[in-house]
């Protein structure tokens, strides 16, 4: 649980070991570990109770610069022998001001 955001939080690292990808879950599900599924991004950093509990904000941080997902994107969630898997492709992003990119993760619990 990630008070900050308010967000069940899974976090990963780059090919470097660089922690940099941050998948937040909604809360609001019953603090519970994600269900297999597709989720759908939303803008806000943060959850309140009037969002789906399939609602995810992922970001990541890129030579300092922070990068947040746009709405209304898919990411899904399944459990490969056990362990939680999260993937998505050509997600677009933004830093808020002038800077927008996408990306794909594909992502396995160790």
Same mark, same amino acid.
């Given at each position: 649980?990630? @008070? ?5 939080? &899974?976090?990963? %690292?780059?090919?470097?070991?660089? @922690?940099? #990808?941050? &998948? #937040?879950? !909604?809360?609001?599900?019953? !603090?519970?570990? @994600?269900?297999?599924? *597709? ?16 609602? *995810? ?6 030579? %300092? ?5 746009? @709405?209304?994107?898919? #990411?899904?969630?399944?459990? &490969? !022998? ?7 492709? !050509? ?18 619990? #160790?």
């Amino acid at each position: 649980m990630d @008070p900050t955001f308010n967000g069940m939080g &899974v976090y990963g %690292g780059d090919a470097f070991g660089y @922690p940099s #990808l941050r &998948v #937040l879950f !909604n809360s609001y599900n019953g !603090n519970a570990e @994600p269900l297999d599924g *597709v989720y759908m991004t939303t803008d806000q950093l943060t959850f309140d109770v009037t969002q789906e509990y399939n609602t *995810v904000s992922v970001s990541f941080i890129y030579q %300092g610069v922070f990068f947040h997902c746009q @709405p209304d994107q898919k #990411l899904y969630v399944s459990h &490969v !022998n056990g362990k939680i898997q999260i993937s998505f492709c !050509n997600m677009k992003f933004s830093d808020g001001v002038s800077i927008t990119t996408t990306c794909k993760c594909k992502m396995t619990e #160790l």
